[in-house]
């Protein structure tokens, strides 16, 4: 190990897949991947709430639904409450933080992907999809758990307010 002109410490080579990507994490990570999933969060939300899922909760969408062991938490609709679910899942709130921070510039490249492609569009701070996928992914794969689970996070952020959600997560805008 070097110790850098900072004299800071660099971190071992064998870091997580979050800090070293691997294949899958890069894939997962993919711009067009992350708009399709936040196009099914905010086609959600806005059955909900017509004037479309604040593009903040891209920031929560996204980490929330790529993140395997979030989506087996999940609960299989939205009758159990989100602050009663985050209480029931200590341990994924505590992660949250973490992979949100490290999910911040591919949800931008995935939020630029989705407007560049017409995938979603930007009213006022809001986003709403254009229009519905024509194709859905084979079922039982992670591609189809992860759209599922972007749909069932985009009805449940519409059911609370964004300030709560990012408290109960503890997240800040």
Same mark, same amino acid.
């Given at each position: 190990m070097t110790t850098p002109p900072t004299g800071q410490i660099r971190a071992p080579l064998a870091e997580t897949a979050w800090n070293e990507p691997a294949a899958l994490v890069t894939a997962m990570l993919n711009p067009a991947l992350i708009a399709a999933l936040l196009s099914t969060a905010a086609d959600a939300y806005t059955q909900r709430q017509?004037?479309?899922?604040?593009?903040?909760?891209?920031?929560?969408?996204?980490?929330?639904?790529?993140?395997? !062991?979030? *989506?087996? %938490? +999940?609960?299989?609709?939205?009758?159990?409450?989100?602050?009663?679910? $985050?209480?029931?899942?200590?341990?994924?709130?505590?992660?949250?933080?973490?992979?949100?921070?490290?999910?911040?510039?591919?949800?931008?490249? !995935?939020? *630029?992907? %989705? +407007?560049?492609?017409?995938?979603?569009?930007?009213?006022?701070?809001? $986003?709403?999809?254009?229009?519905?996928?024509?194709?859905?992914?084979?079922?039982?794969?992670?591609?189809?758990?992860?759209?599922r689970c972007a749909r069932l996070i985009g009805a449940w952020m519409a059911e609370n307010e964004a300030a709560a959600i990012f408290a109960g997560l503890g997240v800040e805008p």
């Open positions: 017509a004037s479309g899922m604040p593009w903040a909760l891209s920031f929560i969408a996204a980490p929330m639904a790529l993140h395997q !062991g979030t *989506r087996i %938490a +999940l609960p299989s609709s939205t009758r159990t409450h989100l602050t009663t679910w $985050i209480s029931r899942y200590p341990v994924l709130r505590v992660g949250f933080p973490h992979r949100a921070k490290v999910m911040v510039a591919p949800v931008r490249s !995935g939020l *630029r992907f %989705a +407007l560049r492609h017409n995938v979603l569009e930007l009213h006022h701070d809001c $986003i709403r999809p254009v229009s519905k996928p024509r194709t859905r992914p084979a079922q039982d794969t992670e591609m189809d758990d992860i759209l």
